[in-house]
Antibody
Framework: QVQLQQWGAGLLKPSETLSLTCAVYGGSFSGYYWSWIRQPPGKGLEWIGEINHSGSTNYNPSLKSRVTISVDTSKNQFSLKLSSVTAADTAVYYC???????????????????WGKGTTVTVSS | SSELTQDPAVSVALGQTVRITCQGDSLRSYYASWYQQKPGQAPVLVIY???NRPSGIPDRFSGSSSGNTASLTITGAQAEDEADYYCNSRDSSGNHLGVFGGGTKLTVL
């Protein structure tokens, strides 16, 4: 059974860089989009971005200028960096495994079937 | 459009049927996936694709889609189904982005 274990610094000062890593255990690393999602306190889920095993990335346009997602296939790990953080970046950050099919003549699908437990990141001076 | 719209809150009597909806242009190109989230926990996938349930998800959960609207139906809602529910799909703009609905708080009365 695939499990995701995530870690990283939980308390940052404004202007610092958020750095989180997610390790994949018990399954294949290829064929999926490895994703980051966040949830500010009391609010909904926000998709941050994703990477596949080849290093191809997609980013939320609202965060694209500050986000870098990278992959280390030798360790079955992927990482998130978010630069110049502010209080608005305070959230629980989740990693997840994404499955995508763009459909051929029918509806495509996209879903995230395995999630990490989440890391609470607080930005405060 | 990359937006998915959900009703903020829905309630259902114990044992009754409830439908939670999600609207957006991207749902004309992609099936929605649905996630259940309880306080302090990570989201859990409950429905994906046309109407597929991951292992361990009760069969009272089902999904459907028509035009720009996707629905999650819980038939015979249980107290443990009280949670936030989020829909999710791919952006239909061709930019390969993920997008979530704003979430629906389900209360089981």
């Amino acid at each position: 059974q695939v499990q995701l274990q995530q870690w990283g610094a939980g308390l940052l000062k404004p202007s610092e860089t958020l750095s989180l890593t997610c390790a994949v255990y018990g399954g294949s690393f290829s064929g999926y989009y490895w994703s980051w999602i966040r949830q500010p306190p009391g609010k909904g889920l926000e998709w941050i971005g994703e990477i596949n095993h080849s290093g191809s990335t997609n980013y939320n346009p609202s965060l694209k200028s500050r986000v870098t997602i990278s992959v280390d296939t030798s360790k079955n790990q992927f990482s998130l960096k978010l630069s110049s953080v502010t209080a608005a970046d305070t959230a629980v950050y989740y990693c997840a495994r994404g499955n995508v099919d763009y459909g051929s003549g029918s509806l495509g699908y996209y879903y995230m079937d395995v999630w990490g437990k989440g890391t609470t990141v607080t930005v405060s001076s | 459009s990359s937006e998915l719209t959900q009703d903020p809150a829905v309630s259902v009597a114990l044992g009754q049927t409830v439908r939670i909806t999600c609207q957006g242009d991207s749902l004309r190109s992609y099936y929605a996936s649905w996630y259940q989230q309880k306080p302090g926990q990570a989201p859990v996938l409950v429905i994906y694709g046309k109407n597929n349930r991951p292992s361990g998800i009760p069969d009272r959960f089902s999904g459907s889609s028509s035009g720009n609207t996707a629905s999650l139906t819980i038939t015979g809602a249980q107290a443990e189904d009280e949670a936030d529910y989020y829909c999710n799909s791919r952006d239909s703009s061709g930019n390969h982005l993920g997008v979530f609905g704003g979430g629906t708080k389900l209360t089981v009365l």
